[in-house]
């Protein structure tokens, strides 16, 4: 019998886990000397991660779209905000929990330097 409440217990466990990874992704992100701190949320929608927001004074804003993700690797998200006339995106890493600063194609501005790599934790 305990062995059987041990096995029940387990499933459920499992599959309270997977439901919460099929949700919202909550991302904080900062550089090696925390001068800069960026948070974001990416919403699902049909089990592939979709719409992306910036936390910009304590509140979440829409700033783009996933343009690229493969499961248990990558997300590839826009920031229209980020460098306005620059078509710039960010490159979160699943595995090192990095976010790398991406530019889609040359934009009206160029930019002499892009942002630095910054380490991620879940929240």
């Known amino acids: 019998m305990k062995f059987f409440w041990t096995l029940f217990f387990s499933i459920f466990l499992i599959i309270n886990l997977a439901k919460a990874e099929g949700k919202t992704l909550f991302i904080k992100c900062k550089n090696s000397n925390n001068t800069t701190i960026l948070e974001f949320k990416i919403n699902k929608d049909n089990n592939l991660y979709a719409t992306v927001f910036k936390k910009i004074k ?66």
């Open 58 to 123: 304590n509140n979440f804003i829409e700033i783009g779209e996933v343009v690229g993700q493969k499961e248990g690797s990558f997300i590839l998200f826009e920031d229209k905000y980020a460098y306005l006339g620059v078509d710039f995106a960010w490159h979160y890493d699943k595995n090192t929990l990095k976010l790398k600063p991406v530019l889609l194609s040359k934009g009206t501005v160029k930019l002499k330097k892009l942002p630095e790599e910054l380490l991620c934790v879940l929240i």
